[in-house]
């Protein structure tokens, strides 16, 4: 497979007219003819992890996934593989060339992955306000959708260490998660006991209350949050 790093040209089609163009990507119709990429300026693919041990990405290997864009448009089955150093989204185009999608560009991307514990369906969306050290261009994994969203930011950075006997700088990845409430338009950093959620879903406070009590939730655990904010969406 070629490998081309371009800026990034896309161009929009609709019924009535072109959108415009800017830096790469070429994009309208089926799959086959979806995101194909042209050489803008020749210059070749450069990897910028060549000396890091372990994968700059979610996922080291690319998977198919529905791509919406920012500006509207949604692809399917693309080959992708989300960037967590760059939050930037690799595919491979049409014609067979690895190349990426601008951070910001992507607002939504949806796939699934094979786990041991059988088939796992992933969203992982962008456009969140600002907080911490996480843009609006930031990708963030959609754990619960609704009126409050329970969602989780996983960022990559490269981490050097040296070794004091021989001098030798050894790279890796080093991974940073947190969690957080998407509600009224603000994000909320999560902190995992009862007084937090009950505090933020105010609005249905008795019955967010009774939920974890009966139910005995403990809220540490991420699968048992998911239960609890569907619950409160629901309502």
Known sequence: MRKFVYPIMIVMYCAVSAYGQ???VV???KW???????DVNG????NRYADVAGTPCFIADYRFANI???????????KMKIDLVSQETRFVSSNGVEGYISAGMVKEIKFADTTTEGVKQYT???GFPVIDKQNENNFYQVLADGKC??????????????NELSGEIAKDFETTENYYLFIKGEMKKVKKDKDFFIAELVD???AVTQFIQSNKLNLKNNEQVVKLINYYNSL
């Open 149 to 162: 969203g329970f969602v989780k930011s996983i960022t990559k950075k490269v981490n050097e260490r040296k």
């Open 43 to 46: 210059r070749p693919f450069e």
């Open 22 to 24: 800017s830096n790469g």
């Open 68 to 78: 919406a864009l920012a500006q509207g448009r949604t692809f399917v089955n693309v």
């Open 32 to 38: 086959a003819d979806q995101i194909s990429i042209t």
């Open 27 to 29: 994009v309208g119709g």
């Open 204 to 206: 249905k406070q008795a």
């Open 124 to 126: 992982f969306r962008t």
